[in-house]
């Protein structure tokens, strides 16, 4: 069952066409293609249809559910959509139009990607960078009306271009957002353990990773290197423990983790431009702390 309104400008494209016993054959192929200027009222709901559909918003923003789930489509973004099971689209509440791309296909191909398209079984848009995705849309649009192997063989490579994107772009997102969390966690780890001895191979122990992408990385969301990052923490922690208590020199070099405190003193003053007791006394200076009530007050 299908049911729609139309409410598309004269200069939209529906294109459809009949494969051959070729063409379906092949990994991908299409049996419709176009191009919706679509206003405000725009609307398509369907319970079910043997293929796949692929949308591009080139303006304005669509509306998509199934299965309970509904998204956005805003400007630049692709979807792919299962259509054996009920979905309905639509220019998004409080948009004025939404003029999109879109292409039914189906094949092998399309559907050993459909787990990589659909990461968590969720329906997942894509935002496209640059003019790709639009040229392979108007070669699709272009060889639908021949009917050749030529065309034929250029339309499913447009067809795989068009999902490899959109595959690309999802595998790279979850490797960012999972290795932005393999660094935030070694971090973690480096704060919670500044006090002891710590190295390098503890780290990608934890990180499955090679050693260059690790630092590499490290270096990419945490603005430095592990061991800068270590020796700048312990040196806040020092600090603190300078100004607030008066524990010596040496005590604080082993509190934080640094052992000795001619090593202390060389990377503290390299950090702040002045020694462990420079910093006490200027910290101390303006104010005269006394213990009282188990913190600390002027007086």
């Not at 293609?33 to 009222?41: C, I």
């Not at 950090?271 to 101390?284: C, D, I, N, V, W």
Request: hydrophobic share 40%.
């Amino acid at each position: 069952m299908l049911t729609y309104n139309m409410d598309v400008t004269p200069e939209s494209i529906w294109k459809r066409t009949t494969p051959s016993e070729a063409e379906l054959a092949q990994p991908y192929y299409c049996t419709e293609a176009g191009v919706f200027y679509a206003q405000q009222h725009f609307s398509t709901a369907r319970t079910d249809k043997e293929s796949y559909i692929l949308f591009y918003t080139l303006r304005g923003a669509g509306l998509i559910e199934q299965d309970g789930n509904h998204v956005i489509l805003s400007t630049g973004q692709a979807l792919l959509l299962n259509c054996r099971t009920p979905q309905s689209y639509c220019t998004a509440p409080g948009q004025s139009c939404w003029h999109h791309y879109w292409v039914h296909l189906d094949g092998v191909g399309v559907a050993a990607m459909e787990p990589l398209l659909f990461p968590g079984k969720k329906l997942t848009p894509v935002q496209i960078a640059g003019a790709k995705m639009q040229e392979l849309f108007e070669t699709i649009l272009g060889q639908m009306e021949r009917g050749n192997v030529d065309s034929m063989v250029q339309t499913g490579l447009a067809l795989h271009g068009m999902l490899a994107l959109c595959a690309q772009t999802i595998l790279a997102e979850a490797e960012t957002t999972s290795a932005r969390q393999v660094i935030l966690q070694a971090a973690e780890t480096l704060r919670k353990n500044y006090q002891k001895e710590l190295s390098l191979a503890d780290l990608l122990a934890d990180a499955h990773m090679s050693k260059s992408y690790f630092l590499r990385l490290f270096r990419r969301y945490m603005g430095t290197t592990p061991y800068n990052y270590l020796v700048n923490f312990r040196i806040t922690q020092a600090k603190e423990l300078l100004v607030l208590t008066d524990h010596s020199i040496s005590a604080i070099a082993r509190e934080v983790g640094f052992g000795d405190a001619s090593n202390f003193s060389t990377r503290f003053a390299n950090a702040t431009g002045q020694s462990p007791l420079q910093y006490r006394k200027s910290a101390l200076k303006p104010l005269d702390f006394t213990r009282e009530a188990g913190g600390f007050m002027s007086k």
